[in-house]
């Protein structure tokens, strides 16, 4: 006697687990889609909303198959389902071809992104930098200016003070011979007040040898590579080459870092500005003599020679054209440190600017 199951119960199965299938993946795409609403920047959320979109279009076809397989064959319409099959078969391959170049794709754009992130902390990096070197040199044109007005008022109040000074002097040992002793008392009055003018001009004369310690030891090779780092992408959008040699060991002297990062910064744009592409900017870090070194040299058009003696003078002016304070104030930190600058130059041979600043750590 043969045993004879009946086919129904296993087709309900069938059609209630493709209804959850399609139900399941509706739920996740609409998931998804929210998530990927809270930042559509985000190309993970991005990847979602593809995969499960194709993952409910896959539920669609394959489960809406089954469904509508069952129902043409309990029909009795076998040949119209036979003819249907390869269709849904060629969706079901469709989304799975779907879903793999969706996760090819997103891979690289996922890399892409990964790098864009380095790129936008980098240029964070080089912001952050660039307002502290802007910030710095604010502090440096306003402690210069602050120091030449004092000097230039020092200066003009002196010799008149002198000549006042001088003056009343003479005037109290005449009074004092004729005993004109109220008028000697005034004398010595306007006379005191001539001394205070004269202990003022003494502190304004004073001023820059009383400014703020900040020198610390610093390592020239950090400095150098800082300022370097900063001013590439400039370089790269010229397409000049920039070409680093450092020495091997720590470059030690006392100094403040960012004053002479500014300086070596305003260098390399002068550098910068002069070439154009194809050029090379060659940057060198060494020791000799008791200095440390840095050779910016580049194979820019050169500075004419009638410009080269003139180069640190503030707002020299030549056919038009300003020099400015940017050079004169790289000499004054670079004087500041006890070092040394030297520029050479010929014309279409390109530009040297040599920069020695002492090794020696003790304060002087």
Known sequence: MNLVLPLWPI????IVGSLGMILFGILAFLKALKTHRLDRTNPRYS?????TGTLMAFAVFRAGGH?????????????????LAPFFGALNTLSFMIITGVTLFMRDVESICLQLNEERK???????????????MEQIVSERTATELALRIAHQIRNPVMIIGGLIKRL??????IQEKKLEKKIQKVLEQVERLEKLVQEFETLMEKQVEYFRIEDLNQIVESAVNLVAPEAAQ?????ET??????????GHAQLIKVAIVHILRNAIEACGPEDIIKVKTGLKEGYNFVIIKDTGPGIPQEILPHIFEPFFSTKGRRTGLGLPYVKQIITEHR???EIESKPNQGTTVKIFLPTHLDRQ
């Open 339 to 341: 070092g040394k600058i």
């Open 245 to 254: 040699e450092l020495a091997k060991g720590p470059l030690l002297f006392r």
């Open 122 to 136: 980098k240029l964070e990096k080089m912001s952050k930098e660039i307002l502290e070197l802007n910030r710095d």
């Open 11 to 14: 087709c309900v199965i069938d």
């Open 67 to 83: 469904i509508l397989k069952h129902l043409l064959l309990a029909t009795g319409q076998d040949p119209a389902w036979h003819k």
């Open 47 to 51: 990847y979602l909303c593809w995969v």
């Open 238 to 242: 010229k397409q000049i080459k920039l």
């Open 172 to 177: 109290a040992k005449e009074c004092s011979q």
